[in-house]
């Protein structure tokens, strides 16, 4: 995939999606602790997201790190707006206005 086209996948899932966090794995199976907890605490709180395992393609993988210019996992957009990794996630989720 062309980085033109993984650009465009990436911004009609962050177009798309009022909550959309790129994770190693899925929350189901999560393949890093960071993801985990970071899907986790988003469940908890009661936020629907849409999540993308950034490890089933190379292209989304590399292309979501070109996208930000941020290179760690997970990573997640609210209303198309770029709010960073864990930590922030973290905020976020333990934020209770934030739905």
Known sequence: MAKNETFQRIQ???????????????PA???CGFS???SEKLK????????????SDPDLFDGIRQFTNYTHFPQMFVDGRFIGSSENILRFAANKNFK
């Not at 899932?13 to 190693?24: D, I, Q, R």
């Open 44 to 55: 908890q709180a009661g936020i629907e997201y849409k999540s993308v395992d950034v490890c």
């Open 36 to 38: 985990a907890e970071a």
């Open 29 to 31: 199976h999560p393949r």
């Open 12 to 26: 009609r899932e962050v177009n798309g999606n009022h909550v959309v966090l790129f994770m190693k794995g899925t």
